[in-house]
């Protein structure tokens, strides 16, 4: 299993993190196995939010750890928190309540990374400072991290917190990569060219911040998966195929050595519920694409080199 360093907390983690946005409605034995499988193979990063399941993700979770009688120590647990009914809440009082609702939930005394879940636009950066302190002094909180923030916002934070910002949580696929092309196409006036993040990628490497790519198989905001999507994504489906003969792999593992490629040391958010996808993913941490593939996918999935 690929490990990689966790900002710069000089932690190796595995490069993938087990999504825990959809295990709200798995029966309790395949929940189980899940995680048993997912343990056995040195998968033991968890990515949660206290809305995932309106907050019974972290309670199924919790029972299924139980029930297996795997050990909370042997896992490192993460979770967000920051959107609430029709808006997005940085206050101290919402960070440190929504804290001990992930503590409560997950059944446990200490959170290994809080992340900020989607920017709060009223956010006071004084304020998460002095929720962040209380948090770590209190031994609730490891570390901490944010989602789908731009450089811009994760500087003005770090203006008053004094913790390192460990991990970036941003959605990231093939079709999803405009994160890549606005690299690619600066100073362009093709689509592909608009800055939509700032340069966040460079960014999070200039300083040390794991980007963690959540929506790795899915296209557009929940459209579905584009592997096996022959109608919409035709050439990225063929060039995943050919791939995935070259390398006795499946294009699912095709897809997520694509992501693992990018030097970043970016950490894939996957999501499935299935053993089967699990192990094809596991795969594809372990398959080591060619420069000239990388960017034959890249190409197949709809994007230009100017
Ligand atoms: N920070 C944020 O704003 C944010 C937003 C969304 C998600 N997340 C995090 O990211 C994690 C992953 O997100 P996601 O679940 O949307 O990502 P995903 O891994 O791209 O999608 C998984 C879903 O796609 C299905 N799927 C179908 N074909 C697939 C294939 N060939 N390969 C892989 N999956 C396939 C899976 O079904 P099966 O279960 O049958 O395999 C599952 O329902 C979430 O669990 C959550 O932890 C974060």
Same mark, same amino acid.
């Given at each position: ?80 928190? =920051? ?55 209190? =031994? ?167």
């Amino acid at each position: 299993m690929k490990r990689i360093p966790l900002g710069a907390t000089g932690l190796q983690v595995p490069a993938i993190a087990v999504g825990c946005m959809r295990i709200s409605g798995m029966p309790e034995d395949k929940l189980d196995q899940h995680l048993l499988y997912c343990m056995e193979q040195g998968l033991n990063f968890f990515d949660h939010a206290d809305i995932y399941g309106g907050g019974q993700c972290e309670e199924v979770f919790a029972a299924a750890v139980k029930r297996t009688g795997l050990r909370r120590e042997d896992m490192f647990l993460q979770s967000k928190c =920051g959107i609430r009914p029709g808006m997005y809440d940085f206050s101290r009082e919402h960070i440190l309540s929504a804290v001990d609702g992930i503590l409560k939930r997950l059944d446990t005394e200490y959170l290994d990374m809080l992340v900020l879940h989607r920017p709060d636009a009223l956010m006071e950066p004084e304020e998460v400072a002095q929720a962040f302190d209380t948090l770590e002094s209190s =031994g609730k909180v490891r570390y901490f991290g944010v989602s789908n923030h731009r450089p811009s916002q994760i500087a003005l934070l770090k203006k008053c917190v004094r913790q390192a910002i460990s991990v970036d949580q941003l959605q990231f696929s093939l079709p999803q990569s405009c994160m890549v092309s606005s690299g690619l196409e600066v100073n362009m006036e093709t689509p592909g060219a608009i800055d939509r993040d700032g340069g966040v990628l460079d960014y999070c490497r200039l300083h040390d911040i794991t980007v963690q790519a959540w929506s790795p198989f899915q296209y557009g905001f929940f459209q579905g998966p584009f592997v096996g999507n022959r109608e919409t994504y035709p050439e990225l489906n063929r060039v995943l195929d050919e791939l995935s003969e070259i390398y006795n792999a499946t294009p699912t593992a095709i897809a997520a050595a694509w992501i693992f490629r990018h030097p970043a040391n970016i950490q894939l958010v996957a999501g499935t519920t299935s053993k089967d996808r699990m192990a094809q993913i596991i795969q594809g941490s372990e398959i080591q694409l060619e420069r000239s593939e990388w960017y034959r996918l890249y190409l197949a999935a709809g994007h230009i080199l100017p």
